[in-house]
C-alpha cells in the first residue's frame, strides 16, 4: 500500500512536470504587461528581449521545479503548504513570460526539459537535508533571482515596456518570497552554497539565451 502511494507521488511529480514543459502555463492573475502598451520594437532591441524573456522563462521553469521538489521532502506541513503557494505565483510568472516571449516571436529554450530535471535535483537535495536547509535554499535563489532581475531591467530596451513591467512585478514577487522565508526563520546559506548557486544559474544563463 505504501508502494502504491509512493508510486502515487512519483507520478504526480510527473504529471506536474509535464504540464510545466508541454501545457501552456495558466495564470490566476492578469498579465502585468497589460498596464503598458505595445510599441513596435527595431529587430535588434526585439531579438535582445527576447534573449533576456527567454533566460526569465527558463528561470520560471526551474522555479516550479524546484518549489515542487522542495515542497515534496518539506517535513513541516506549514512549510510545504507555503512552498505550494509559492509555486502558485511561479506559474503565473512562467505563463506571463511564456505569452510575452510569443508576443516577440521567439520560441521558450530547447533544453526545457533539461532545466527542469536539474533544478529538481537541486532541490531534491535541499529538500532531503531538511527544512532548515529547504528555507536557506529558498532565501539564496529569490535573492539571486531579484538580482538578476534587476540586471535585466537595466538592460532590457526602455521602450520594451511591455517586458519591463512583467519584470518589475515578478521582481517584487521573488523579493516577497525571500522575506516570507526570512520570517519563517531561514538564514543564507554559505558563501560557497551560494557561490555554487550561482555558478549553476550563469551556465543556465548563458545557454539559455541562445538555445
Ligand atoms: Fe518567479
Ligand atoms: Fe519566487
Redo the contacts with the bound molecule.
Sequence with gaps: MQQLTRIDQHLAELDHALRVLVAPARAARPTPAASATETELPDADRRAAAELMRVNHVGEVC?QALYRSQARWARDPALKAELLA?AQE?TDHLAWCAERLAELNARPSALNPLWYVGAYAFGWIAGRIGDDANLSFVIET?RQ?EAHLTDHLSRLPATDQRSRAIVETMRA??AR?ADEAERRGGQKPSALIGGLMALAAGVMKRVAAKI
Design positions: 522555479a509559492a511561479e529569490e533571482v514577487d521573488e518570497h
